[in-house]
């Protein structure tokens, strides 16, 4: 179908949103390296939006850029620039963007207790993430269907066909068959686990460390199982 | 408005054809207004099932293309009153139909029909996925075997996400699970999956299991839909399968192995 050949979809997409009054190369660094050093998986190569709502300076766009991308960061945009700000951001080759109801004006203020007080202090970095989510899919996933739950735990009501794949950086839980290929803890944490209600897999995978089926097909075959990461190997135990 | 119904599979060889045949016959019996669409340009196979091969002028492409009309193009069966025919072209291929194309053949088609039966080609590609992207219900013919029920799996995932009816965010297409060519004494050898194997595994409502017959092939043979064929286990089937898709409650037959001398009345004769 060669008119599928260009489309232009609007999609939704979370985005972590940096909180900074002193956007200064130097300070920003020595920051947010303190800050990736506690979770440098988790913010690997994360999009990131700078919010200039409460920040009247000018800074300099493409040296913030080129900071990003050495700290393994993709910076894509501000949100609440003025006139100067946006200008000097479009002018860098990032996207201005409209902050989205929850975070217009005073209504980020007052809901987190506290990151407020942290903020005052001068030259804090407050990286806003939203917690673990969950993606959820109702139906069944049909052989050749990829699904991927990126930073979130995969819930699926269905069964997951022969052929198919789900895949998720959080847990995997399957409230039908696995026929298929389920990849849990896909960017590399091995606390994850894979649950479902009746284990047929081809494969099950937690952080690179995977099974097919053929290890699978003792005790647990066809009933239901729980796989996860314990010392050196995979494990599978019963699920009650 | 008419209801359009795909019948595909993903895999080939299982029975589409001989299936939106008897589909096809079968609403018609009822008194259903219905046409039957060969979607598989440049395999045509439809007319030799039904017997009106030496009957083609123009064909789908051509009325697609505007060289022909819809009247000049459908063909009225001579056996059933209400069933008409709209040939695929044998010189084309699958990329002659367009999306624009189709959705105004089957707008006008829709006009006039209760029923469009859409006879889709094998495969994932454009073809199949030009035949299932209007439907409004499909049947997904199956045989009993590990292979075709992975392919049959695939197309419902395709229906479930590439129809118009997923695009546009409407109620999903209403699926269908038609079990052809099925054997219980293969299944009770363990050579063949059963009817609960594959209903568990593509977990969708079962609208009929038609029987591994010989009639079929002698009815494909002659150009006959097996559904005229009343005296012979596959068309007693494919009735029951009509009545289902109606709304029809029917008690599934043809599931255990049937007397010897059954067998022997339908082979021998």
């Known amino acids: ?240 | 408005m008419a209801k359009i119904i795909v019948v595909t599979s993903g895999k080939g060889g299982v029975g589409k054809t001989t299936s939106s045949a008897a589909i096809g016959t079968g609403l018609a019996l009822a008194g259903k207004k219905t046409v039957i669409v060969d979607f598989d340009i440049g395999l045509r196979n439809l007319d030799l099932i039904m017997g009106c091969e030496r009957r083609v002028v123009y064909d789908f492409v051509n009325v697609i293309n505007g060289e022909a009309n819809l009247k000049q193009t459908l063909i009225k069966d001579k056996r059933v009153d209400n069933l008409f025919i709209l040939p695929a072209s044998q010189t084309r291929d699958k990329d002659a139909l367009t999306k624009e194309g189709v959705e105004r053949v089957l707008n006008e088609l829709s006009a006039e029909f209760d029923f469009i039966i859409c006879d889709s080609p094998a495969g994932i590609e454009s073809g199949a996925m030009m035949a299932l992207y209007f439907a409004d219900e499909a049947v997904v013919v199956t045989n009993p075997e590990v292979s075709s029920v992975r392919d049959s799996d695939r197309i419902l995932g395709m229906l479930s996400s590439k129809s118009r009816r997923a695009e546009q965010g409407l109620e999903g297409i209403k699926e269908h699970l038609l079990l052809t060519r099925y054997n219980p004494e293969r299944v009770i050898k363990g050579e063949m999956l059963s009817v609960e194997d594959v209903k568990e595994i593509l977990a969708i409502e079962l609208v009929g299991v038609i029987p591994e017959s010989q009639a079929v092939l002698n009815a494909s043979n002659s150009g006959q839909p097996v559904i005229l064929d009343e005296e012979s286990d596959a068309g007693q089937a494919y009735l029951d399968t009509v009545k289902r898709l109606l709304g029809e409650a029917v008690p599934f037959r043809f599931l255990t192995v049937e007397k010897k001398g059954f067998i022997k009345r339908l082979f021998g004769g």
């Open chain 1, 1 to 240: 179908m060669s008119e599928h050949s260009l489309e232009l979809k609007g999609s939704l997409f979370p985005l972590s949103v940096l909180h900074c009054s002193d956007l200064s190369i130097s300070s920003l660094q020595s920051l947010l390296t303190a800050k990736l050093a506690q979770a440098p998986a988790f913010f690997y190569q994360a999009p990131l939006v700078i919010n200039l709502q409460d920040n009247d300076s000018n800074p300099d766009f493409a040296a913030l850029k080129q900071l990003f991308t050495e700290l393994k960061l993709v910076l894509v945009g501000v949100t609440g620039a003025n006139a100067a700000q946006k200008a000097a951001a479009q002018q860098a080759g990032l996207a201005v963007l409209q902050a989205g109801k929850s975070n217009t004006a005073k209504a980020v203020e007052p809901a987190p207790q506290s990151p407020a007080p942290e903020r005052s202090a001068p030259a804090q970095v407050v990286v806003q993430q939203q917690a673990m989510d969950s993606k959820i899919v109702e139906q069944n996933v049909r052989s050749g269907q990829q699904i991927y739950a990126k930073g979130a735990d995969l819930i699926i009501k269905g069964a997951v066909g022969a052929g198919a794949e789900v895949i998720a950086d959080g847990n995997i839980h399957i409230y039908g068959s696995l026929r298929g290929k389920a990849i849990a803890g896909a960017s590399g944490d091995s606390s994850k686990r894979i649950y479902c209600y009746n284990m047929q897999a081809e494969l099950v995978s937690i952080a690179g460390n995977y099974w097919l089926s053929h290890s699978l097909q003792g005790e647990f075959w066809g009933k239901p199982a729980c796989i996860r990461w314990q010392g050196e190997s995979l494990v599978i135990s019963e699920l009650v």
